[in-house]
């Protein structure tokens, strides 16, 4: 690619897919755009647009996969609750990797954490009727926002930019102390900022959560991803940072999609406090017959959206967290291949006159992971996407993710090779061209 694509195509690409500002556009919406400009011009995009594992899957997930279907397992529905061995072994690793003890029966596999999220979010909101609102701390993973939209489901939401450390508890306080949310949820490490959560906030979010009675909805898509820490010694400290350290009030949601790499298989876990899952709600009694909140989910909202998770998936997935919790498995030291794609394209595209948007942890320089927020001077999200779009580079803007600040999420798992990197390098230096000749 030599010279960028014309404006004209690009808002004609646009046009066709409706989409009438790109910076509001969906991950999916990107990834179309990407995909029809590659095909008209022949040529090939740089993808940071998408959270595709960029590392081949696990193989002893695949060989306890194979040999579950090679015994038939296929022809058998599954348990609703999960089977056995995958309850046992995802109780195993979170004591390992998080120093949380929460037993078997109150862990349930869903088709990856996005049906966790789905379900959780509508459970919450039927709780009790005077609590119909969801709190997003921004940014945020759009989807969970679009679930609440699209169940008609009442939301709040803050950029956390501004409210760090001891201004979190005043603006959580802002929010809860109204009597109307029901749970808050986040992600930690951040999609899409890469930000950590300190032990000191997320005690903040729990001792607020047992005030106000809410739930937390704690997304720890990337468990153990915060590669400035090392957290590959199961049952030694440091411990994956967690709220369930300082609140009854929450549920977990893993997924086997990054940190395994098993994103195909659709398979994750929602894990409850033993006190949240067995909790008796009136409100879900009279509405479904079942007042334990655990219960209702597995028996209501599972059973209704999928009968249950791949039987076969499970026991991978069951094979992966024992291994990884009885130590067979290093998944950290796999996963930091991302960190290291992170710190070198930052460093490119600091070469080229950008900067990290989301680029602190209080006192700390943001780690380097899967995800990371990029701006250039003070370029709006839509003249920012489009200009990267023109040279060959999509990403989603932060406009998309909840957030007030300008920029994009890059995300770096499919920068695999030094050609993507050298070729990234070409194409923002054909963004900063552009840069100039709208000055001339």
């Known amino acids: 690619m030599e010279k960028p694509i014309a404006a004209s195509v690009v808002n004609d690409v646009l046009a066709k897919m409706d ?5 509001q556009a969906s991950i999916r919406q990107c990834q179309a755009v990407a995909n029809k400009l ?17 590392i081949l899957a696990c193989p002893v ?36 990797f998080a120093d949380v ?47 609440a939209k699209i169940q008609g489901i009442k939301r709040e939401a803050f950029d956390i930019y501004e409210f760090r450390a001891e201004k979190l508890r005043g603006k959580l306080e802002e929010h809860m102390s109204k009597g109307n949310i029901a749970a808050v949820l986040y ?14 906030e997320l005690k903040t979010i729990g001792e607020l959560a047992t005030k106000y009675d809410i739930v937390v909805l704690e997304d720890l898509a990337y468990f153990c991803m915060d590669f400035r820490q090392d957290f590959s010694k199961p049952y030694e400290p440091p411990f994956q940072p967690t709220v369930a350290r300082y609140t009854d009030n929450y549920v977990i949601m893993m997924s086997s999609s990054k940190i395994f790499s098993y994103a195909g298989e659709r398979i994750g ?24 909140m655990g219960d ?46 992170a710190h070198r394209s930052k ?11 989301y680029d602190k942890d209080l006192d700390r320089k943001v780690g380097d992971g899967f995800f990371y927020t990029i701006g250039y001077q003070d370029m709006s999200c839509s003249e920012l996407m489009f200009d990267l779009t023109r040279c060959g580079i999509t990403a989603i803007s932060l406009n998309s993710t909840g957030s007030c600040q300008n920029g994009i999420r890059a995300c770096v798992s499919r920068l695999s090779s030094d050609e993507h990197f050298e070729e990234m390098d070409k194409r923002l230096g054909m963004f900063e061209q552009i840069q100039k000749e709208k000055k001339a």
Not at 19 to 23: E, K, P, Q, Y
């Open 19 to 23: 989409i009438s500002d790109i910076a």
């Open 187 to 200: 992600s930690n490490p951040n999609n899409p900022t890469w930000m950590c959560l300190t032990e000191d």
């Open 269 to 292: 876990v929602a894990c409850f406090s033993p006190k949240l899952y067995y909790r008796e709600y009136p409100a879900l009694r009279q509405m479904y017959g079942l007042g334990r």
């Open 296 to 341: 209702n989910f597995v028996l209501t909202y599972l059973y209704a959206a999928s009968t249950g998770v791949s039987h076969s998936a499970q026991y991978a997935y069951a094979a992966l967290l024992g291994g990884a919790a009885d130590g067979k498995i290093d998944f950290i030291s796999e996963m930091a291949k991302y960190g290291q794609r």
């Open 347 to 357: 460093e490119i595209f600091e070469k080229h006159g950008f900067h990290i948007v």
């Open 61 to 96: 997930g695949l060989e306890a996969q194979k040999k579950a279907l090679d015994s038939n397992i296929a022809h058998e529905y599954p348990p609703m609750g999960g089977i056995p061995i995958l309850k046992q072994n995802a109780s195993k690793f979170l004591k390992a």
């Open 101 to 147: 003890n929460i037993e078997p029966e109150c862990i349930v596999p869903t088709v990856g954490s996005m049906q966790s999220s789905m379900n959780l979010i509508l459970e919450c909101s039927q709780l009790d009727p005077k609590k119909d609102t969801i709190l997003y701390i921004n940014p945020g993973f759009s989807p969970n926002m679009l679930q």
């Open 38 to 54: 590659e095909e008209i011009n022949n040529m090939r995009f740089i993808h940071l647009e998408i959270g595709v594992p960029g």
